[in-house]
């Protein structure tokens, strides 16, 4: 996230404009809203499962139509959220940022929410049922490393995903200076190596992995095919890099000018398509075009300055509330369904009804994770103590701003 920054002059013809230390990016206040729906879309993947049975129909039909219907939700907004998080930071990276500060902003702002809601899940229902050898890695978000399934999802079933961003920050000081110095015209050729290292990869696991032991939730791939191609920190870089270079191409003001509604339209195609192709296929490689169309033509719309309905107040609240929110869906999801509700189903109004309730109280719990937790802990320790090793060398001074 960053504060507020006011809007760049044009670029220049050739050159992006990230690549002058003093100009700054306008903010992005419709992508921050659109944080917002990809994270319902997992809540709602998540509240479709019939094991654990999170899913509220008591119809098998309609229960079955609700889970097909966001069977791939989950992987598309997390997939977003990887390409958006490599979008954001080459949009708001310094040349005088430092490793070491860069660093500690970005941990601070995970590790805090995620030990909360670690500890949450533990006390009301994992610590009884995961080992050591399970919740320690997870609590270190280090789990996504191994291949044990019952290791690489524990505890709070979202937090894999933290091990990959944790993974792209570690990693980002060192990318964003070969990313900066890649020629506006070959963008779009780098762009394209990420999108096929993503097929590839599933054409790998898919051709080379056993299909068998099948994954517990009941997904017609081993465990081993979905840790390798979708929870390993590793093959999720595609996306993020993917996103670091779409950033360039936005800020260098070659990438085309697409209408929102022909950018959703576009993302609407590629969750159908992710719904009939082979299943490995549908993690990320059907949705990953429509996704990074999406992120840069609502970029585009904040960048000159248009009003969305994604940039309204209450759209860019719930963005600010969506990281707690997304932390705190599985939990709610599950403990509520699992010891409140007592695994109970109902029609087509009384499940509208639980999901609705369902999804203010995590929403409350992720308001209460911003209040609390994100920002009293970035409020006293992300700002820089001292000066350090920037990110980049020999790098000019930036205008002041603050980014989080």
Same mark, same amino acid.
């Given at each position: 996230?960053?504060?507020?920054?006011?809007?760049?002059?044009?670029?220049?013809?050739?050159?992006?404009?990230?690549?002058? &230390?003093?100009?700054?990016?306008?903010?992005?206040?419709?992508?921050?809203?659109?944080?917002?729906?990809?994270?319902?879309?997992?809540?709602?993947?998540?509240? @479709?499962?019939?094991?654990?049975?999170?899913?509220?129909?008591? $119809?098998?039909?309609?229960?079955?139509?609700?889970?097909?219907?966001? @069977?791939?939700?989950?992987?598309?907004?997390?997939?977003?959220?990887?390409?958006? @998080?490599?979008?954001?930071?080459?949009?708001? @990276?310094?040349?005088?940022?430092?490793?070491?500060?860069?660093?500690?902003?970005?941990?601070?702002?995970?590790?805090?929410?995620?030990?909360?809601?670690?500890?949450?899940?533990?006390?009301?229902?994992?610590?009884?049922?995961? &080992?050591? /050898?399970?919740?320690?890695?997870?609590?270190?978000?280090?789990?996504?490393?191994?291949?044990?399934?019952?290791?690489?999802?524990?505890?709070?079933?979202?937090?894999?995903?933290?091990?990959?961003?944790?993974?792209?920050?570690?990693?980002?000081?060192?990318?964003?200076?070969?990313?900066?110095?890649?020629?506006?015209? %070959?963008?779009?050729?780098?762009?394209?190596?990420?999108?096929?290292?993503?097929?590839?990869?599933?054409?790998?696991?898919?051709?080379? #992995?056993?299909?068998?032991?099948?994954?517990?939730?009941?997904?017609?791939?081993?465990?081993?095919?979905?840790?390798?191609?979708?929870?390993?920190?590793?093959?999720?870089?595609?996306?993020?890099?993917?996103?670091?270079?779409?950033?360039?191409? #936005?800020?260098?003001?070659?990438?085309?000018?697409?209408?929102?509604?022909?950018?959703?339209?576009?993302?609407?195609?590629?969750?159908?398509?992710?719904?009939?192709?082979?299943?490995?296929?549908?993690?990320?490689?059907?949705?990953?075009?429509?996704?990074?169309?999406?992120?840069?033509?609502?970029?585009?719309?904040?960048?000159?300055?248009?009003?969305?309905?994604?940039?309204?107040?209450?759209?860019?609240?719930? =963005?600010?509330?969506?990281?707690?929110?997304?932390?705190?869906?599985?939990?709610?999801?599950?403990? =509520?369904? /699992?010891?409140?509700?007592? $695994?109970?189903?109902?029609?087509?109004?009384?499940?509208?009804?639980?999901?609705?309730?369902?999804?203010?109280?995590?929403?409350?719990?992720?308001?209460?994770?911003?209040?609390?937790?994100?920002?009293?802990?970035?409020?006293?320790?992300?700002?820089?103590?001292?000066?350090? %090793?920037?990110?980049?060398?020999?790098?000019? &001074?930036?205008?002041?701003?603050?980014?989080?």
């Amino acid at each position: 996230m960053t504060a507020p920054l006011h809007v760049p002059p044009g670029p220049r013809p050739g050159r992006a404009p990230l690549e002058d &230390p003093v100009r700054r990016p306008a903010p992005l206040p419709s992508l921050t809203g659109l944080r917002f729906i990809a994270a319902a879309l997992v809540f709602f993947f998540h509240s @479709s499962f019939f094991e654990p049975l999170t899913n509220p129909f008591a $119809d098998r039909g309609l229960a079955e139509g609700f889970q097909w219907l966001f @069977s791939k939700a989950g992987w598309m907004g997390v997939s977003f959220f990887f390409v958006l @998080s490599g979008f954001v930071l080459t949009w708001s @990276s310094r040349r005088d940022d430092t490793v070491t500060g860069f660093w500690r902003r970005r941990l601070l702002k995970i590790f805090p929410n995620h030990i909360a809601m670690w500890a949450l899940a533990m006390l009301l229902f994992a610590g009884a049922a995961t &080992p050591l /050898t399970a919740w320690l890695p997870n609590l270190f978000l280090v789990h996504s490393w191994f291949p044990q399934h019952d290791i690489y999802i524990s505890v709070n079933a979202p937090s894999w995903s933290l091990c990959s961003e944790l993974l792209f920050y570690l990693l980002f000081p060192f990318l964003i200076g070969p990313v900066r110095r890649i020629r506006t015209e %070959r963008l779009w050729g780098w762009a394209g190596a990420m999108v096929a290292g993503m097929v590839a990869l599933e054409f790998a696991v898919d051709l080379l #992995v056993p299909a068998q032991p099948r994954t517990p939730e009941g997904f017609p791939i081993s465990s081993l095919q979905f840790w390798l191609g979708y929870n390993f920190p590793p093959g999720r870089l595609f996306e993020f890099v993917l996103g670091m270079l779409l950033a360039r191409l #936005v800020l260098a003001g070659r990438f085309p000018r697409v209408p929102l509604a022909g950018a959703l339209a576009l993302t609407v195609g590629g969750y159908a398509l992710a719904l009939n192709v082979p299943f490995l296929y549908g993690f990320t490689v059907a949705t990953i075009v429509p996704v990074g169309v999406l992120v840069c033509a609502v970029a585009t719309a904040d960048m000159r300055g248009e009003r969305t309905l994604l940039s309204g107040r209450v759209m860019r609240w719930l =963005g600010e509330v969506s990281f707690g929110f997304y932390l705190a869906q599985y939990v709610v999801l599950y403990y =509520g369904r /699992t010891y409140v509700l007592h $695994d109970r189903t109902y029609g087509l109004v009384g499940g509208v009804l639980e999901l609705l309730v369902l999804l203010l109280v995590t929403l409350a719990l992720g308001w209460l994770l911003m209040v609390c937790v994100e920002r009293p802990v970035m409020r006293r320790w992300a700002r820089p103590r001292g000066r350090r %090793r920037p990110l980049e060398p020999n790098a000019v &001074p930036a205008d002041p701003g603050r980014a989080t």
